[in-house]
């Protein structure tokens, strides 16, 4: 899956589950090496959509289609 077809609610479960990977004290410094790079890949997907959507709000907001977020 493209990393710019993940659902932002979908990003923040898996973000989610890498932490209690993470966490783990039996975790490999390779897959938790592996396990912080998809995160932050992650962390990525999830700001440039919340940068869209604030970015949208704020247009509706100049247009005045909307009165209060």
Known sequence: MN????????AFER???IMEELEKPDISLENSFNLYQEGMKLIKVCNTSIDKVEKELIILNE???INEL
């Open 3 to 10: 990393e710019k077809d993940i659902k932002l609610e979908d």
């Open 15 to 17: 973000l989610n589950h």
């Open 63 to 65: 247009k005045g289609d």
